[in-house]
C-alpha cells in the first residue's frame, strides 16, 4: 500500500512504500509514475468493491422482492414432469 504525506499547501511531500518513506523530490520520473499508476489501481479497486457490494445488495433486494411478488399473486410453479419408461419392444416375430 502507498500512502503519502501532504505539506500544508496540499503538495506531496513523500511517500510511504512498504514501510518505507520516500521523499518525492528525490524520485526519478519513472518511479513517481509507478507511484502513481499504484495509487490509481488501489483507488479502483476501493471503487470496484463498492460496486460489487452495491450490485450484491441490490441482487438480494430484488430477490426478496420478486419472491414477494410470486407469493402475493399466487404464482403456482410448473408441476414436475415425470419420465415415462419407453415401452419394452419385442423385436422377436
Known amino acids: 500500500m502507498v500512502d503519502e504525506t501532504q505539506s500544508p ?3 506531496i511531500k513523500t ?3 512498504e514501510g518505507v518513506k520516500y521523499a518525492v523530490e528525490d524520485l526519478p520520473p519513472r518511479v513517481i509514475d509507478g507511484f ?3 495509487i ?3 483507488n479502483e479497486i476501493v471503487e470496484q468493491s463498492y460496486q460489487l457490494k452495491k450490485s450484491q445488495a441490490a441482487q438480494t ?3 426478496m422482492e420478486l419472491k414477494k411478488n410470486i407469493a402475493e399473486d399466487k404464482v403456482k410453479p410448473v408441476p414436475a414432469i415425470r419420465a415415462v419408461p419407453e415401452l419394452m419392444t ?3 416375430h
Open 36 to 38: 502513481t499508476m499504484l
Open 61 to 63: 433486494g430484488l430477490s
Open 40 to 42: 490509481k489501481l488501489q
Open 15 to 17: 511517500i510511504d512504500y
Open 9 to 11: 499547501e496540499g503538495q
Open 90 to 92: 419385442n423385436e422377436s
